[in-house]
């Protein structure tokens, strides 16, 4: 269980773990390359470790050189040149359907079988978005859930043809999950996707030598190429960044440096929604490290004013929704999120888990199939909140918990915060009494 109560005063310097979709896809194509990638900055998440664990099941194997207090950061990995072995046992995914959804696409194109399996939140959500086009590819998929269309996923694959598939939603796991087949599959794979979906796997393909052509929407790539082994930098993650970043926004005199974190563009809308609620947000570029730009935000907390997100921002900002709905919460006015139904199909109903919750604490807040539009600027009052067992509504409400009025946020089961940001209680007690996180 985790209690919040007002901040004192937000610490000036942070930095956050390795990004959650650069470290899955480190793991899967390092494991497919040829030859030893050495991988750092790697992201010690339950999510991200349970991909790992997977891939040494599939034959791969992990030398750890440098571990923080939840898991192994830095290693190499020796890859199979596409070679995998049959599984001992299932394949846990754990929490995640990154993990389930790339591996699916894997899986599709061995000559083995083999079984996915989840949590009870994993295996609610939908894995017909993959299996649908991996089947026409010629993989075959028995959905063995409780719930249809979902996992477990019994997986007898190979031989797969190359397609053209036009995505019905924006959704970059399916267009991963369909590109690492590809990778696999006779001819030339294309994706189309509805909109611009973040591009990591286009990015990491190039860093390990995969040809793969990018046409806007449109993403193509030859079966019969093995990746080969790089060394690969895995960048911050914006989206835990996102935490900080609104915090410090809201917080009136605070300046707050997030250092070295991914400033991937189809990951940063948020950034530009934050400005135009009237944040004050530096970007100073660093780097590029394996195709992913780096940077350091400085924020200057000077408050925020509501706003109305673009149908075009969601994909791009998907994962923020919870804490950029707290931003609304403590901005002045009204702040609307609509054309986020995916929204109801992550680890848990974002919307109405953000919802019930925001009510608990007292903001006023109007739930639609695709959204919701919150009335900021009520004073927050301190409640026991419901984060269904997902890690960023958690989150999101320990940070409203910094801003409190009255009372004090409590959220039981906070350890589900380790799916994708361990560490994420410390740096919160450390920040807000004035100190610094560096990794
Ligand atoms: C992810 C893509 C997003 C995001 C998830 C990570 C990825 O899901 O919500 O946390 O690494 O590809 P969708 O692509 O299904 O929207």
Same mark, same amino acid.
């Given at each position: 269980?985790?209690?919040?109560?007002?901040?004192?005063?937000? #610490? &000036?310097?942070? $930095?956050? %773990?390795?990004?959650?979709?650069?470290?899955?896809?480190?793991?899967?194509?390092?494991?497919?390359?040829?030859?030893?990638?050495?991988?750092?900055?790697?992201?010690?998440?339950?999510?991200c470790l349970?991909?790992?664990?997977?891939?040494e099941?599939?034959?791969? *194997? !992990?030398?750890?050189?440098?571990?923080?207090?939840?898991?192994p950061? $830095?290693?190499?990995? &020796?890859?199979? +040149?596409?070679?995998?072995? %049959?599984?001992?046992?299932?394949?846990?995914c #754990?929490?995640?359907?990154?993990?389930?959804?790339?591996?699916?696409?894997?899986?599709?194109?061995?000559?083995? $079988? *083999?079984?996915?399996?989840?949590?009870?939140?994993?295996?609610?959500?939908?894995m017909?978005?993959?299996?649908?086009?991996?089947?026409?590819?010629?993989?075959?998929?028995?959905s063995?859930?409780?719930?249809?269309?979902?996992?477990?996923?019994?997986?007898?694959?190979?031989?797969?043809?190359a @397609?053209?598939?036009?995505?019905?939603? =924006?959704?970059?796991?399916?267009?991963?999950?369909?590109?690492?087949?590809?990778?696999?599959a006779?001819?030339?794979?294309?994706?189309?996707?509805?909109?611009?979906?973040?591009?990591?796997?286009?990015?990491?393909?190039?860093?390990?030598?995969?040809?793969?052509?990018?046409?806007?929407?449109?993403?193509?790539?030859?079966?019969?190429?093995?990746?080969?082994?790089?060394s690969?930098?895995?960048?911050?993650?914006?989206?835990? =960044?996102?935490?900080?970043?609104?915090? =410090? +926004? +809201?917080?009136?005199?605070?300046?707050?440096?997030?250092?070295?974190?991914g400033?991937?563009?189809?990951?940063?809308?948020?950034?530009?929604?934050?400005?135009?609620?009237?944040?004050?947000?530096?970007?100073?570029?660093?780097?590029?490290?394996?195709?992913?730009?780096?940077?350091?935000?400085?924020?200057?907390?000077?408050?925020l004013?509501?706003?109305?997100?673009?149908?075009?921002?969601?994909?791009?900002? @998907?994962?923020?929704?919870?804490?950029?709905? !707290?931003?609304?919460?403590?901005?002045?006015?009204? &702040?609307v999120?609509?054309?986020?139904?995916?929204?109801?199909v992550?680890?848990?109903?974002?919307?109405?888990?953000?919802? $019930?919750?925001?009510?608990?604490?007292?903001?006023?807040?109007?739930?639609?199939?695709? #959204?919701?539009? !919150?009335?900021?600027?009520?004073?927050?009052?301190? +409640?026991? !909140?419901?984060?269904?067992?997902?890690?960023?509504?958690?989150?999101?409400? =320990? @940070?409203?918990?910094?801003?409190?009025?009255?009372?004090?946020?409590?959220?039981?089961?906070?350890?589900?915060?380790?799916?994708?940001?361990?560490?994420?209680?410390?740096?919160?007690?450390?920040?807000?009494?004035?100190?610094?996180?560096?990794?």
């Open positions: 269980m985790l209690k919040v109560r007002t901040r004192q005063k937000l #610490g &000036t310097v942070i $930095e956050v %773990p390795g990004d959650k979709s650069c470290s899955h896809r480190a793991a899967i194509l390092a494991g497919l390359a040829q030859g030893v990638t050495e991988v750092s900055g790697f992201l010690p998440s339950e999510d349970c991909t790992l664990k997977a891939m099941q599939l034959g791969v *194997s !992990i030398e750890v050189q440098r571990s923080g207090p939840s898991g950061v $830095e290693m190499k990995i &020796t890859g199979t +040149a596409m070679k995998l072995s %049959p599984p001992t046992g299932d394949l846990d #754990g929490n995640s359907g990154t993990g389930m959804r790339l591996l699916a696409g894997v899986l599709a194109a061995q000559d083995f $079988e *083999s079984r996915l399996v989840g949590d009870d939140s994993l295996q609610s959500r939908p017909g978005r993959v299996t649908v086009p991996l089947e026409s590819m010629g993989a075959r998929f028995v063995e859930g409780e719930k249809a269309g979902c996992a477990p996923l019994r997986i007898s694959g190979g031989d797969l043809q @397609i053209r598939y036009e995505m019905p939603v =924006a959704s970059a796991q399916v267009k991963s999950s369909i590109l690492l087949a590809g990778l696999f006779k001819g030339e794979t294309t994706v189309t996707q509805p909109a611009t979906t973040r591009d990591h796997t286009e990015r990491m393909f190039a860093d390990f030598g995969i040809n793969c052509r990018v046409e806007g929407n449109v993403i193509s790539v030859t079966g019969g190429q093995t990746p080969q082994a790089t690969l930098q895995v960048p911050g993650d914006f989206s835990s =960044a996102a935490f900080w970043l609104v915090a =410090a +926004a +809201a917080d009136q005199g605070s300046a707050l440096r997030v250092q070295k974190v400033l991937n563009p189809t990951r940063t809308a948020l950034m530009k929604v934050l400005l135009r609620m009237g944040a004050h947000i530096t970007e100073e570029l660093l780097d590029e490290q394996g195709g992913e730009p780096i940077g350091n935000l400085l924020v200057e907390g000077r408050g004013k509501g706003t109305t997100i673009l149908e075009e921002e969601v994909p791009n900002l @998907i994962d923020e929704v919870p804490i950029l709905a !707290i931003a609304g919460a403590l901005a002045e006015g009204k &702040t999120i609509r054309n986020a139904e995916e929204l109801r992550k680890e848990t109903d974002r919307i109405s888990a953000v919802v $019930e919750n925001l009510r608990k604490i007292g903001v006023e807040v109007e739930e639609f199939p695709d #959204g919701m539009e !919150i009335q900021g600027g009520a004073k927050l009052r301190g +409640a026991e !909140i419901e984060s269904y067992g997902d890690h960023r509504i958690a989150m999101a409400f =320990a @940070i409203a918990g910094l801003f409190l009025s009255e009372g004090e946020m409590i959220i039981p089961g906070s350890a589900c915060i380790a799916t994708s940001y361990p560490g994420f209680t410390e740096a919160l007690d450390t920040l807000s009494q004035g100190g610094e996180v560096t990794l």
